[in-house]
């Protein structure tokens, strides 16, 4: 089974700052990377795609990037409604397996 | 505007049995996979199973192969996941999430929507 680690496990910023997650596969996984957001007792939101591409009505705010093994999430300008806790996953091959997630918090 | 509506849940014994639905609307149900992802409380995400648009494929994850069957009714817009024996690891939120493709292989299996979740809890 291909690992998927996040790096921090959490994080505190202020309003407005730029924050960066990483992620990282256990082995190659091309591009077969998604990015999602959860809020408390909330489902997930689907961010981004293959790596780099934003899903539909997600705001470029949020940008992806990354191929192989070694990808990141940048939130540009964090608002309130932008603090949740963020999973990747890849679907890269059987079983399709989702990091710890990365909460990020208000400072 | 996509739904997916998921039900069924609620205490069970273990070694009992459950099934969930997921209702969908707002897309051509038949034209795309839907997954069932699980989060159990405090826990990550776990992809659980995913059946094709035409339910002729499905995939489990190891845990819970041979116990759990997932299917689907496109004449109803329903897809179905049956849990047998179920034991206290499987309690968790299990949401319903439709594939961006007919299919789920490895490679194109991009979730773009997801349901609200349904907890099952398994206990004595």
């Known amino acids: 089974d291909i690992q998927m680690t996040q790096s921090p496990s959490s994080l505190s910023a202020s309003v407005g700052d730029r924050v960066t997650i990483t992620c990282r596969a256990s082995q190659g996984i091309n591009n077969f990377l998604a990015w999602y957001q959860q809020k408390p007792g909330k489902a997930p939101r689907s961010l981004i795609y293959?790596?780099?591409s934003l899903q539909s009505g997600v705001p470029s705010k949020f940008s992806g990037s990354g191929s192989g093994t070694d990808f990141t999430l940048t939130i540009n300008c964090l608002q309130p409604e932008d603090f949740a806790t963020y999973y990747c996953q890849q679907y890269s091959s059987y079983p399709f397996t989702f990091g710890p997630g990365t909460k990020v918090e208000i400072k | 505007e996509v739904q997916l509506l998921e039900s069924g849940g609620g205490l069970v014994q273990p070694g009992g049995s459950l099934r969930l639905s997921c209702a969908a609307s707002g897309f051509t149900f038949s034209s795309y996979a839907v997954a069932w992802v699980r989060q159990a409380p405090g826990k990550g995400l776990e992809w659980a199973s995913v059946i094709t648009g035409s339910g002729s494929n499905t995939y489990y994850i190891d845990s819970v192969k041979g116990r759990f069957t997932i299917s689907r009714d496109n004449s109803k817009n329903t897809v179905y996941l049956q849990m047998n024996s179920l034991r206290a690891e499987d309690t968790a939120v299990y949401f319903c999430a439709k594939i961006a493709s007919p299919y789920c292989t490895g490679g194109s299996c991009e979730i773009d929507y997801w349901g609200q979740g349904t907890l099952v809890t398994v206990s004595s």
């Open positions: 293959a790596a780099s």
